[in-house]
């Protein structure tokens, strides 16, 4: 018997309309668990470098980690891989809710679609009985409305949908993948979606999820419900609200948006406003959110309440949002929190990430100003910030006139505008905009996390270790005090004598060294995540969480029936995570790409970061340009990644990737908002 | 008022305002009564379900109720903030109209029986679970005779549902059930 996973995937041919059952190698999961890790195998496997985003031979895999469905409370992510229209890397994107626990429990781990359908479908998975229906008359339709008309149609009020609006369908390239109250958002996977014309996935399963040591997996669960308790009674002290609980940022709850509003930057990630935060505005915004929240929800078997049903209109839910969606809109415009949430309504219906789309309005409007864009380009747009929101929305998702560029990202649109329009896609890392946050002093762990960060989003590797210091050293040692979840105490050392001022203060300290180590373990506490399902909302997003490095090797084996401790998921998770970056090494990511926005940093300093770089790639067992060396590569059981290497003459059997140094220097004479 | 006359009456208050949607609740309760226990999850197998539709902020958990051999002759039709509800959508019943709180293989009934085992648990697992205190347990004197359903079942009932179960499935595969539930520990 094969246990946390059904052992067998899903493989849907769209252009045939072949439909497969077919059973996995136990083997890939035991190199790779399961979730990106096996998703990222299979890539290597069947998509080559030669085969383009919206080409029918992309896939695009939903893959349940490997613990979705067990008793593991988090334990519910799809993790969506697909070439990235807009990185053209390979993009994954991770969604919570309950679409992943229904899709095993149909009996499925994954689900691997492939080609392009002739005419608009959906997919309808029952267990056993899988089809493919016309979905004719949802093409057009929002993504809630939808996935309704399609469980009405069904007849089964609890199937789960994931479905893509007009922007997936459009082919917009940060189109998402929406859930109800979870979505997968970055990165375009909706459009590749909507280029295979899959219109939605409907799944309902009744089918048993088995665990392999039964008493000791739910021991583990029970304890991390009572820490959960412990945990919210006793939020941590010196961090912002949002910070000092577990789940994702939680923005649904508190009504304190100082931090956000005044040291984040409003507009096309540009303008600071100190002191915006005042009275007024908090019981402005206070009201704002509590006649607009109607509930606050959860994911599949988590306690967190994380989401939120808001209501626009006259429904007591008119659709579902989590974490800092709740303001990008708002700040983007320049606007206040109800028009946020207003338009994020719309957004959503339409298919389209939360971090990206507000961003692009807002380069439009810059470009506009700055006289790149003229009037004549938005034809009947009308004179306020708030109604030209609405209005670029509405043109981006159907590709009408200016939006059709627009529609490609910030990177992508000003390689078609040119005039200079790069300077304004100013905010963008591997050509995904980013959090909209411009900081003074650089800091040496967070310059690695952006650089290196395969998501290209800062969330997805930054997580367990503060991301500032506190006031006091005091502060600092109560915190290490009670703090299991570092691999090492040396961890804590460094915490504790970190100083927001003086020697030990950044750009310094933590020095290098501490800071590859550092910047290793947070990220791979994210892949682990990835790759077992298990909501990074639990275990490597917030301080001090349920599930870490100590116990996870334990959680794993009682559900899987693997026998890992911490050295060997360690070394699991490194292949995984060089594969991905094999992957993306194989699509031409270098050096040059690992950079944060240039202006991310107001002082940089760019010979300590280019050495910081070196070190990381030794430290991690890349090259100077990145790549992960022939010794790495055998040493992770990867000897099949090498070869191909190889051939392909990115590494040379001397391990040196050609012309390292002169594609480095190519790269600085591009610019492109990179550093160095 | 004597002991003789009062009894303990076991009891599951659901506030569905605090119900966050999460469902916990199946998935502890189909898990705590698998064969051997925790070994698997499988919330169609559970005693509780919660009933939900998002877009219309509905979440209510119902515990299984009793099985039933025939569908009632009159049915439910509930509007709740001007959407209908399908027929039954928050009846307890285990009933041959529907497939809800029926093993899904056996299509066996299903019924909560708050948890019962030996040692007796401080709290129903699914309570235990709830950590949004949607469900909350307690414990409540009533008088003997107006215990009714709540506080147990009567030997009469026992027979009634058995004989039911029996029209349904024959005596092999009821006699199996029972074997197998009390294998499992679900006295
Ligand atoms: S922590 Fe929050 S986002 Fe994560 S699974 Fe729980 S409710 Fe969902
Ligand atoms: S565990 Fe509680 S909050 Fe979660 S679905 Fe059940 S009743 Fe609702
Ligand atoms: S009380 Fe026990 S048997 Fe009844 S629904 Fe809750 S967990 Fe299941």
């Known amino acids: 018997m094969r246990y946390a996973e059904t052992g067998y995937n899903l493989e849907v041919d769209l252009t045939r309309g072949n439909i497969e059952r077919v059973a996995t190698d136990p083997e890939l999961t035991s190199l790779h668990l399961g979730g990106l890790g096996t998703n990222a195998r299979l890539f290597w496997d069947r998509v080559p470098p030669e085969v383009s985003h919206f080409d029918p031979e992309n896939l695009l895999i939903f893959g349940a980690g490997l613990l979705v469905g067990t008793p593991g409370p988090g334990c519910n992510r799809t993790i969506v891989s697909s070439i990235s229209p807009q990185t053209r890397f390979f993009g994954f994107s991770m969604m919570g809710g309950f679409f992943a626990p229904e899709m095993k429990r149909a009996g499925y781990d994954k689900i691997i679609l492939r080609g392009r359908a002739p005419a608009p479908v959906y997919l309808w998975i029952h267990d056993d009985k899988i089809e493919i229906r016309d979905a004719t008359h949802l093409w057009g339709l929002g993504t809630l409305e939808s996935a309704e008309c399609i469980r009405q149609e069904l007849k089964q009020p609890h199937a789960a949908v994931a479905s893509i609006g007009l922007a997936g369908e459009n082919r917009v390239f940060f189109a998402s993948i929406e859930q109800g109250k979870s979505s997968a958002s970055r990165v375009g996977l909706g459009a590749v979606m909507g280029d295979k014309r899959l219109k939605a996935i409907a799944v309902l399963g009744s089918k048993d999820i088995h665990v392999a040591r039964p008493e000791e997996f739910i021991r583990l669960a029970n304890e991390s419900l009572a820490y959960i308790k412990h945990r919210e009674k006793n939020p941590i002290l010196g961090v912002m609200p949002i910070m000092a609980g577990l789940g994702s940022p939680q923005e649904m709850v508190v009504h304190d948006e100082e931090w956000h509003t005044e040291n984040f930057v409003w507009g096309n990630a540009r303008v600071r406003r100190k002191g915006f935060w005042t009275e007024e505005v908090r019981d402005s915004w206070t009201r704002t959110m509590e006649t607009m929240r109607t509930r606050l929800l959860s994911c599949y078997n988590c306690p967190m309440k994380c989401g939120a049903a808001i209501s626009v209109d006259t429904r007591a839910c008119s659709y579902m949002m989590k974490c800092f969606s709740k303001l990008t809109y708002t700040m983007a415009a320049f606007s206040d929190l109800e028009f946020g949430l207003r338009i994020a309504q719309l957004a959503t219906e339409h298919g389209v990430d939360s971090f990206s789309a507000p961003q692009v309005m807002a380069f439009a409007l810059e470009l506009l100003e700055a006289g790149i864009l003229t009037e004549a380009d938005f034809p009947g747009m009308p004179p306020d910030t708030n109604s030209r929101f609405y209005w670029l929305l509405d043109r981006i998702v159907r590709r009408e006139g200016i939006g059709d560029v627009l529609a490609d990202g910030t990177y992508w649109a000003a390689e078609r505008i040119g005039k200079g329009a790069h300077e304004y896609a100013h905010n963008c890392i591997k050509k995904t905009e980013q959090l909209p946050l411009k900081l003074g002093m650089l800091n040496q762990m967070y310059f690695l996390m952006y650089c290196t960060g395969e998501k290209a989003s800062i969330t997805q590797i930054e997580g367990n270790f503060p991301q500032t210091p506190f006031p006091t050293r005091e502060e600092q040692e109560a915190f290490t005090r009670d703090w299991p979840h570092v691999p090492d105490e040396r961890f804590k050392r460094w915490f504790e004598e970190w100083e927001l001022r003086g020697e030990k203060s950044i750009p310094n300290y933590p020095s290098a060294e501490a800071s590859y180590e550092i910047v290793n373990w947070q990220e791979a506490m994210h892949y682990i995540d990835d790759a077992t399902g298990m909501c990074a909302g639990l275990s490597s997003f917030p301080y001090k969480p349920p599930f870490h490095i100590h116990n996870l090797p334990e959680l794993i084996s009682a559900g899987s029936g693997l026998d890992l401790d911490e050295r060997s998921l360690m070394h699991l998770t490194k292949r995984t995570r060089d594969l991905v970056r094999s992957l993306n090494v194989a699509r031409g990511m270098r050096r040059v790409d690992d950079a944060p926005p240039a202006d991310h940093w107001k002082t940089r300093f760019p010979e300590l970061e280019q050495r910081l770089l070196d070190g990381y790639y030794d430290y991690k067992g890349w090259n100077r340009d990145g790549i992960p060396t022939r010794a790495t590569l055998h040493a992770l059981g990867l000897d099949y990644v090498a070869e191909d290497f190889l051939r392909r003459g990115i590494l040379r059997p001397d391990e040196e990737a050609p012309d390292a140094e002169e594609a480095a220097a190519g790269a600085t004479a591009r610019g492109e908002g990179h550093a160095s | ?187």
Not at chain 2, 61 to 85: L, N, S
Not at chain 2, 171 to 181: G, L
């Open chain 2, 1 to 187: 008022m004597s002991d003789s006359t009062k009894k303990v009456v076991k009891r599951i208050r659901i506030n569905v305002d605090k119900c966050n949607g999460c469902r916990g609740c199946e998935v502890i309760c189909s898990a705590s009564h698998a064969t051997p226990r925790y070994s698997s999850v499988n919330p169609s197998r559970a005693r509780i379900r919660v009933i939900r539709d998002p877009l219309a902020d509905i979440y209510v958990p119902v515990f299984a109720g009793e099985y039933t051999a025939a569908e009632c002759a009159g049915r439910d039709q509930y509007t709740i903030d001007g959407k209908e509800y399908e027929e039954c959508a928050f009846c307890r019943a285990s009933c041959p109209s529907r497939d809800v709180f029926k093993e899904p293989d056996s299509g066996l009934p299903l019924k909560c029986d708050m948890c019962e085992s030996d040692p007796t648990l401080e709290e129903p697992l699914c309570v235990q679970w709830c950590l949004a205190d949607a469900l909350t347990f307690e414990r409540v004197e009533v008088d003997a005779g107006a215990g009714g359903a709540a506080a147990g079942v009567a030997p009469e009932e026992i027979d009634a549902g058995l004989e039911a179960l029996a029209k349904t499935y024959g005596w092999s595969k009821v006699i199996d059930a029972v074997a197998r539930m009390s294998r499992n520990g679900n006295r």
